[in-house]
């Protein structure tokens, strides 16, 4: 069974700075990759997935992640972060294997500080 | 286009007292998950459905809650009795497509929040 690890629970960041939250997933096979964002009082927001292909992949809101194979890694980036940005952020993987489910991470707390 | 929809939004009941909570997927998805989020456990998986069949109802936490799924467009979950620990956010989720073409994409919903007192 796949399972997500994400490095950090919280991480308190200025206006402006830039942000990379760690993620590692442990399966041996193929697998779909995603990253969900979560809003203060809201539900989980699709923010970015990577499927195949160019393994820099480019979402919403000036994100972007980029799959690492030889690391079992998804990690998730943003050059200068807002205060809007502000939101909990969950990695999932999705193993290409019947009936698999994704599998979420335990999630990162991201408060941006004006 | 309509996304999934959940009802009620928000439920505040006393231990003991059966709730029930409600689930629109996307038309056209196949698959359906309902997930439980607290501070102390994160995101849990409760069961889900393809093609309204359970698949895997092992994240179920004890026989006081129940799943069905009578049709393609409508899912419950029943929780009898409630508990006080029980008191979580129970989000809904659907997928396009069910079996090996799954590409586990989700789509949430706004969620129930419900309080046992």
């Known amino acids: 069974a796949q399972s997500v690890s994400q490095h950090n629970h919280h991480v308190i960041l200025s206006e402006a700075a830039s942000l990379e939250l760690g993620c590692n997933y442990s399966?041996?096979?193929?697998?779909?990759l995603f990253w969900y964002v979560q809003y203060p009082g809201q539900h989980l927001q699709l923010l970015l997935k990577y499927f195949s292909g160019d393994p820099l992949v480019k979402g919403i809101k000036g994100f972007e992640a980029e799959f690492i194979k030889s690391k079992f890694s998804f990690n998730l980036r943003k050059p200068s972060v807002q205060w809007s940005d502000t939101a909990e952020y969950f990695c999932a993987v999705n193993a290409h294997s019947g009936y698999s489910t994704l599998t979420f991470g335990k999630g990162t707390m991201l408060l941006v500080s004006p | 286009d309509a996304g999934v929809i959940q009802s009620p939004r928000h439920e505040v009941t006393e231990m003991g007292q059966e709730v029930t909570l409600r689930c629109k997927p996307i038309?056209?998805?196949?698959?359906l998950f309902w997930y439980r989020q607290t501070m102390m456990r994160g995101l849990e998986l409760l069961i889900y459905?393809?093609?309204?069949?359970?698949?895997?109802d092992s994240g179920m936490p004890e026989d006081r809650f129940s799943a069905k799924m009578p049709n393609a467009s409508f899912s419950t979950l029943k929780i009898q009795p409630s508990e006080p620990r029980d008191s979580a956010v129970y989000f809904c989720?659907?997928?396009?497509?069910?079996?090996?073409?799954?590409?586990?994409?989700?789509?949430f919903g706004e969620g129930s929040r419900l309080t046992v007192l």
């Open positions: 038309s056209g998805h196949n698959s």
């Open positions: 989720a659907s997928s396009p497509r069910a079996g090996t073409s799954n590409t586990g994409e989700l789509f």
């Open positions: 399966y041996g096979g193929t697998v779909n």
């Open positions: 459905f393809n093609n309204n069949v359970p698949i895997d």
